[in-house]
């Protein structure tokens, strides 16, 4: 990442969290290598992806708006030198107390501390540890970055589970399982996807944000699928058995004689994870009413006619 991480993502630096979150959310939408693959487009979303990364984490944050580190997440070693050890390199500077001089009271400077403390690493033995100066070594082994990805799965993979091949920000591919019954804002954990790891460190993890498209037929709540069927006139009337769609393909399904748009009828077993499909009935009336159908209905209200909204006049 380059630049200023607020301004990478569009916001100010007085964003909250959730904002900050929603920033980045909006460019993976339509910046995501699986989403476009334009080359400024991929760059965009590594950008956004390191400056979420960097603002996401409260004391980064800080350490950040401090000036402490740096838009890479760095040690502003300039900065804490100065502030540390201010003068010349021998007069108060980096080596600039005790044994090399530094005048009544001087103090030895806990070199080792500076170091670890640079690299993330305070405590244990005194010295230069890791830098081949003697000390335990293992100074400059650290963790990879935790990163975080926007995943859009498309409804039926997240209901039945699936695979899926997603391109990371470092352009490496991989295929990922999406769990059976996935829901929109779970995440999915990528162990060892994450960043790089310094010297022996394990590399972080990677976590998708995932995000389930909506379905033209179906609509999830909980585990109960529900879907609206449309019928015919004679069906209604007169019942039958239709197909109707469910989430791992069409199955059979008795309408009672006299069925009304609004009736209910219920699949077992037929959602997600053990839950139900609830199907919901709809006359729909042919696109043309022909000549036969109108001389049918003209006699048969003559004798058969009701109000359907009796009593709702009060």
Do not use: C
């Amino acid at each position: 990442m380059t630049g200023d991480p607020y301004q990478v993502l569009g916001v100010p630096r007085t964003a909250s969290a959730e904002d900050i979150k929603k920033a980045y959310r909006r460019i993976a939408k339509t910046h995501h290598p699986d989403l476009n693959a334009d080359p400024e487009a991929v760059a965009r979303f590594k950008a956004a992806s390191a400056a979420y990364d960097l603002l996401k984490d409260p004391e980064q944050r800080r350490r950040y708006d401090a000036g402490e580190i740096d838009e890479q997440g760095q040690e502003q070693v300039r900065a804490r030198y100065s502030r540390a050890h201010a003068g010349g390199p021998f007069g108060g500077g980096p080596f600039g107390g005790g044994p090399f001089g530094g005048g009544p009271g001087a103090s030895d400077p806990d070199l080792g501390d500076v170091f670890a403390d640079l690299f993330g690493h305070r405590g244990g033995a005194r010295g230069f540890g890791g830098f081949g100066f003697g000390g335990r070594g293992g100074g400059m082994d650290r963790r990879g970055e935790d990163l975080r990805h926007a995943l859009e799965v498309d409804f039926l993979t997240a209901a039945r589970g699936g695979r899926m091949d997603l391109m990371m920000p470092d352009g490496a591919k991989i295929s990922v399982t999406i769990p059976k019954g996935v829901r929109d804002g779970q995440q999915i954990r990528l162990r060892g996807k994450g960043g790089p790891g310094l010297g022996k460190g394990a590399p972080g993890d990677a976590y998708l944000d995932i995000t389930v498209k909506p379905h033209p037929v179906f609509r999830r709540e909980g585990d109960d699928i529900h879907v609206v069927l449309p019928i015919t006139l004679d069906e209604a009337v007169l019942g039958g058995r239709v197909e109707a769609p469910t989430i791992d393909g069409p199955v059979s399904l008795t309408i009672p004689a006299g069925a009304t748009s609004g009736r209910r009828l219920r699949l077992r077993g037929r959602g997600i994870n053990g839950g139900d499909q609830h199907v919901e009935l709809r006359i729909a009336m042919p696109a043309t009413v022909d000549p036969q159908l109108r001389a049918f209905f003209e006699t048969w209200r003559k004798d058969h006619g009701y109000d359907p909204r009796r009593g709702m006049m009060g």
